[in-house]
């Protein structure tokens, strides 16, 4: 019997797989790369000083602020249970929410405008993952010694020194960041009743949102550090929109620097053809994330400017010249140019119009700050009796008006209505609030019967402070039933 005629059929042969070759092409064939532990080096310069002020300044006013008082309360409080948020003299409450989308919308315009002057500046000197991640590295390095001795350090056996070590980092790193978590919270409960309580150990969402805050510092300063600026920060994305050729970066002179090579003072290395870079990697060394500032710009490169005072350091002891490494722009560089060209072309449109408009939303904003009336007022028609016709002749509606006063003493106001003929208030008309407090007041206003045709009629209320002269006025409807 012969086979079935038809194509041929191609043979592929089974080859067999020795026990553990599957798991070897496993491992070749890897999803990711495993993160190498970056050791930065300490170095001394311009930039490492700017640094550390902005480290001084920004943890001195968020570690203070929560402590300083105003009067008989805290000066900035973010009182969540009362819906109240003290910002020194000011009251404000949730209906001034758009004072928080106006700081919000300044805080975006100031970075579009310092990333396309200068980069990221905010990243590099004044980003709380910045901050922390220095405090935490300045810990790691008092504690076990500079790179080479953290390196050898982790390289090593555990022995009693390498516990001690580690456990001593460890205890420091956990006490700034339980401090952290405290302050934090601190600005949302008053900051002196949160230490008793806790104290006392009482409070229980008190605690845990201290634990919360603490671990997430200790987390991401301890041991995420440049991964959250690579991989989670947004900003590292989409910078490269607001960079052009004029912004302020920090660069590597590629013509002057190349080919780079190891060589020694006495050696005449332009006869040999070398540049001035001598390839000593310092600057790698040092760079907080990992990155070889002489690839060129890399969207991981937060503009800390350590790389600079490092290659500065290495041109000084070869008698170099300064400025292999330095903040200039892509123009600058490839043009040549001098500081005072490269300054002219900062006022350029994008910089101006940026300008522009925040200027104009900082005018906008503090305006409206200054001339805000300390006093707010919501009214709501109740429901319950929309319209009724009561003793004497009269058509009542009755409202609730939801006065709130945003000044530090108690006041006292007056509540009026217009809009109809004969309109009068028909409860008391003067009504007293306490300092920094809302109070729901109901309100009947009456008119005579008949003086209005049926259907719903514009009115308007009027409340007055006695004391200091503030005034509002909301309006309404008063209902005349068919």
């Known amino acids: ?41 300490s170095i001394r310069g311009l930039f490492t000083r700017w640094r550390w002020a902005m480290v001084a300044l920004t943890q001195l006013v968020f570690y ?11 000066m900035v409080l973010f009182d969540l249970g009362a819906r109240r948020f003290y910002l020194f003299g000011l009251v404000l409450y949730p209906q001034d929410f758009i004072y928080l989308t106006g700081l919000l919308i300044v805080s975006a315009m100031s970075l579009f405008l310092f990333t396309a002057v200068a980069g990221r500046l905010w990243c590099g000197f004044a980003c709380p993952q910045t901050v922390y991640t220095e405090i935490f590295m300045w810990i790691e390095h008092r504690v076990e010694g500079d790179r080479s001795a953290r390196l050898r350090l982790d390289a090593g056996g555990w022995t009693f020194e390498k516990v001690r070590k580690k456990a001593l980092k460890q205890f420091f790193w ?14 949302f409960v008053p900051i002196r ?6 104290l006392a150990m009482q409070g229980g969402w008190q605690i845990f949102w201290v634990l919360f805050y603490g671990f997430a510092t200790y987390g991401n300063a301890g041991f995420m550090r440049e991964q959250v600026c690579k991989y989670m920060c947004p900003y590292a994305r989409f910078q490269s929109a607001m960079f052009d050729r004029d912004t302020l970066i920090v660069t590597y002179d590629d013509a002057r620097g190349e080919p780079r090579g190891p060589r020694t003072k006495t050696v005449d290395y332009k006869a040999r053809g070398l540049g001035d870079c001598i390839d000593c990697t310092l600057c790698v060394q040092v760079c907080p994330v990992g990155i070889d500032i002489r690839n060129g710009l890399q969207y991981e490169c937060i503009g800390c400017g350590l790389c600079v005072d490092a290659c500065n350091t290495v041109m000084d002891k070869m008698h170099y010249p300064r400025g292999l490494i330095r903040f200039s722009t892509q123009n600058g560089v490839a043009a040549r140019w001098g500081r005072a060209q490269m300054l002219r072309r900062v006022l350029r449109p994008r910089v101006l119009i940026y300008t522009a408009v925040l200027v104009a939303l900082c005018v906008g904003l503090l305006s409206s700050l200054v001339l805000r009336t300390p006093l707010k007022v919501d009214v709501v028609r109740d ?44 409860s008391d008309a003067e009504v007293e609030i306490g300092a920094a407090e809302s109070r729901w007041v109901a309100v009947r206003l009456q008119i005579p019967y008949g003086s209005a045709p049926p259907g719903s009629h514009a009115v308007q209320f009027d409340v007055q402070a006695l004391g200091s002269g503030g005034h509002v006025a909301e309006k309404s409807v008063f209902l005349v039933p068919r």
């Open 1 to 41: 019997m012969k086979p079935p005629s038809g194509p041929a059929r191609k043979v592929i042969p089974i080859t067999p797989v020795a026990p553990g070759a599957a798991d070897a092409a496993a491992e070749m064939v890897s999803l990711y790369e495993a993160q190498k532990k970056i050791y930065p080096r």
């Open 64 to 74: 203070a602020l929560p402590w300083l008082q105003w009067g008989e309360r805290q």
């Open 174 to 187: 956990i006490a700034v960041a339980l401090w952290t978590g405290f302050t934090f919270v601190g600005y």
């Open 193 to 198: 009743q949160l230490s008793g309580e806790l």
């Open 383 to 426: 429901r319950a009796a929309l319209s009724r016709i009561v003793a004497g002749g009269q058509l009542e509606n009755i409202y609730r008006l939801q006065i709130m006063n945003a000044t530090e003493s108690g006041q006292r106001y007056r509540i009026g209505a217009s809009g109809l003929q004969g309109l009068r208030v028909a």
